[in-house]
């Protein structure tokens, strides 16, 4: 292992946003764990372009590792073989998510489609920031004292403040991220850890494909400002900004990759 060489933990990697994330760091020469649930073929896929993008010069490495963020045994398990392949983190990307598997009205919306999306969406990123935190505060003052401090980035979503009546269950576990961005900010500044939100607008993903028609004209007629598709790389390049420490003396702030949607028009 190249202990000069900066890693990063990606959750939900294989493919969408996180692959755009993973494949940005490793254009910035970072290791990368390619995080995945299901789809080892698109987790290969993905640490396939992270090696064609890396500088030579990096000698950096790209580890698939297959757990479920939701799971407790899956978590411990993920950061266990992090530890054994690398030793150390330097940066917890809090990706992974999914949206419900059907677009119910939020007054026929199931119990299962919620327990389901709470458990990905926000139990997983909550408890794993959780693990990784108390990992680092053990070792931080042993660490080497050519290493940063960690850092941690939660993607949330525009649906943290975008009432969508037939996704409710999303858009409560993305608001919630907005708080749990804030709590890990505070808990963790004494020890130099700092805590960013990035939030996605309208993202060309695998997720966003059924719904492209509708928004291909919603972006045409003006929905947001800047009149294009988001790209997985949009998001990706604002995680390499915290990566690289461009923000030091900011923590617990939510970062907008929407194209200007946020913003308030009359």
Not at 47 to 73: G, H, K, M, W, Y
Not at 97 to 120: C, H, M, N, T, Y
Not at 171 to 185: H, R
């Amino acid at each position: 292992m190249n202990t000069k060489v900066r890693v990063a933990v990606v959750t939900g990697s294989s493919r969408g946003i996180g692959r755009g994330i993973a494949i940005e760091l490793a254009r910035a020469g970072w290791s990368v764990v390619i995080n995945y649930v299901s789809d080892e073929g698109a987790a290969a896929e993905c640490r396939n372009l992270c090696r064609q993008c890396s500088p030579p010069s990096a000698d950096a490495t790209f580890e698939i590792i297959q757990a479920d963020v939701s799971r407790s045994e899956d978590r411990n398990r993920l950061l266990a073989c992090v530890e054994e392949k690398f030793g150390w983190v330097d940066l917890l990307v809090n990706n992974a998510g999914v949206a419900p598997k059907l677009r119910a009205d939020l007054l026929e919306a199931s119990e299962e489609s919620f327990d389901r999306l709470v458990g990905i969406n926000l139990k997983g990123p909550f408890f794993l920031s959780q693990l990784f935190s108390n990992w680092w505060i053990k070792r931080i003052d042993t660490s080497g004292a050519d290493r940063e401090r960690p850092r941690i980035v939660i993607v949330s979503s525009m649906s943290a403040y975008t009432a969508s009546t037939n996704r409710g269950d999303y858009c409560l576990t993305k608001a919630a991220l907005g708080m749990l961005t804030k709590l890990f900010a505070v808990r963790l500044a004494d020890y130099g850890i700092n805590v960013y939100e990035i939030r996605p607008g309208i993202i060309a993903t695998d997720m966003t494909g059924p719904v492209k028609q509708k928004y291909d004209k919603l972006i045409a007629d003006g929905l947001t400002p800047i009149r294009r598709w988001g790209e997985p790389a949009d998001v990706g390049q604002a995680v390499r900004a915290v990566a690289e420490d461009r923000f030091p003396f900011s923590t617990g702030e939510v970062f907008n990759v929407d194209g200007g949607f946020h913003l308030q028009r009359l």
